[in-house]
């Protein structure tokens, strides 16, 4: 039974107790795994352009953004860039003082070439009187360490990964949230040079986002010719999960109801409020320098030229089942649009009388639409391109991780470990109708692709309860296309060594 704490808390958040039940029958009842057709492949589910296809693609882009339409680079920029200090928190910790693992050791020699050398160096001097090379030369690394995590020096240990310094330039050197603006302006500024940036924060960081952005949005503008319009947002509390014990009962912490952040598929509800026709979204770690942007720029603008050649095929078509005047042979074109460009099998297709098979066809062209980079698969974690079951018996293209594919069976453990190719969370999308009318983005989210993972809480195990992914389960019913792009275009900052790589020199 809710108490009248509980049910004042439930308000607070926006949550309702339907809600919360729903949320507690998922920790009971779990999560199905998706059923697959195969991995994507580009025998089967992805498109590599070719040397005219990528120049019929690029001028489809220029001349949309020619238009009068609004388009968003929407940049989830919230994460702690705590884990990309791991090794160096460990260092700290550790009953040794000197650099003893390959990572710690790797970390001093190359010291002079991070981003933030010049910062950290008099982070070092203000606290401890003497610089980098000084505390090294007489082995007090921990010195070191301690003022780049902690607060009393550059605090990059609970700093959001977004404003940390990443690329040494030479008039200074730039945050990930500084090469997404310039990101921006090459590849997503609209015919009057407006470039509107949304970056999803966290309230405790939000004011430094806002406090860089002023400092900064006027030296880029002039740069680029372009006026930024940046904006923020943060994950709403309606989207925290319930925590439940082991046996699915709600988790109390000290007497309260304990919620935690519904992880990045939250974000569907931040997307969906925005007021755009193609939204470009992108992790806020996977960014280079000016250097090596060329093969980003050019491969954005082909898979948003792949996404508006596309949907000006589908609302073509929207236009003309909607008059009712229309021939068998226009139908078959249309069926063949669905089956081969926008990926959609139906295997009982044959099965639809006249009728039936309009309203199919009218549902699969009407609803969102993305295109998906994809890269190479070189072993990193993450999801993976697939051809997978929808729950009306529909086969369709779907970005999926580890935990919704059973790797107890053999044959689908096969499929996920020997697929081609990786998503780099590389996606343009498209959020409007036919009709011009924004697409209400929730009503397209599969609840049956949520995740249950195990955590603690003052020393008591508990169940959290993960949504459905951003560009997993929450876009799992809109059409979806894959693109191969070019490895170069994939540089994640995943641990502070990642900067040590010669893309982000």
Not at 301 to 312: N, P, R
Request: hydrophobic residues 40%.
């Amino acid at each position: 039974m809710l108490t009248q704490q509980d049910k004042e808390l439930l308000a607070k958040k926006g949550i309702s107790e339907e809600k919360l039940a729903e949320q507690l029958k998922n920790f009971e009842t779990g999560f199905p795994f998706l059923e697959l057709d195969g991995a994507a492949s580009l025998e089967n589910g992805i498109l590599a352009v070719d040397e005219a296809q990528t120049k019929a693609y690029l001028e489809a882009w220029d001349a949309y953004k020619q238009g009068d339409k609004t388009i968003v680079k929407f940049v989830p920029a919230s994460g702690a860039a705590s884990r990309m200090f791991k090794n160096m928190f460990e260092f700290l910790g550790a009953e040794y003082d000197v650099p003893t693992t390959d990572f710690e050791k790797k970390f001093f020699d190359k010291v002079h070439d991070f981003a933030f050398f010049a910062d950290l160096d008099a982070a070092c001097v203000k606290n401890q009187g003497k610089g980098i090379d000084a505390l090294v030369a007489e082995g007090n690394f921990k010195a070191v360490v301690a003022n780049l995590l902690e607060g009393a020096g550059l605090n990059y240990g609970q700093l959001p990964k977004g404003l940390l310094k990443f690329h040494k330039y030479e008039n200074g050197s730039r945050t990930p949230l500084e090469e997404h603006l310039v990101e921006g302006s090459l590849y997503a500024a609209g015919k009057t040079g407006d470039v509107n940036v949304h970056f999803t924060v966290s309230p405790e960081h939000r004011a430094l986002f806002e406090k860089l952005v002023e400092e900064k949005v006027a030296e880029y503008a002039a740069k680029f010719g372009t006026t930024y319009h940046v904006s923020f947002s943060e994950q709403k509390p309606s989207t925290d999960t319930v925590a439940a014990t082991m046996d699915n009962q709600p988790f109390y912490d000290n007497g309260k109801l304990l919620f935690r952040p519904g992880g990045h598929g939250a974000l569907i509800e931040n997307l969906n409020d925005l007021d755009a026709d193609v939204v470009f979204v992108k992790n806020i770690d996977n960014v280079v320098p000016d250097r090596l942007k060329g093969d980003t720029v050019t491969f954005k603008k082909v898979i948003a030229g792949v996404l508006v050649t596309l949907q000006k095929k589908a609302f073509e078509y929207l236009e003309l089942l909607e008059t009712g005047k229309y021939t068998h042979e226009q139908v078959l074109e249309i069926v063949n649009f669905v089956q081969h460009d926008l990926c959609t099998r139906n295997p009982k297709l044959k099965e639809l009388e006249d009728a039936d098979l309009v309203i199919y066809l009218k549902n699969k062209l009407n609803r969102p639409m993305r295109v998906a980079g994809v890269v190479k698969n070189v072993g990193e974690p993450g999801g993976g391109p697939f051809r997978a079951y929808n729950p009306d018996g529909t086969i369709s293209l779907q970005i999926l991780e580890s935990s919704q594919i059973d790797v107890k069976d053999p044959a689908k453990k096969a499929m996920f470990e020997n697929g081609s190719h990786f998503n780099p969370v590389d996606l343009v999308c498209a959020v409007k109708n036919y009709k011009g009318e924004k697409f209400n983005l929730v009503d397209y989210v599969d609840k049956a692709t949520g995740f249950i993972s195990y955590k603690s809480k003052s020393g008591k195990e508990l169940k959290a309860l993960e949504l459905p992914g951003l560009w997993n389960g929450a876009m799992s019913n809109w059409s979806t296309v894959f693109v191969e792009v070019p490895l170069s275009t994939f540089n994640p900052v995943k641990t502070v060594n990642d900067l040590l790589r010669e893309q982000h020199q």
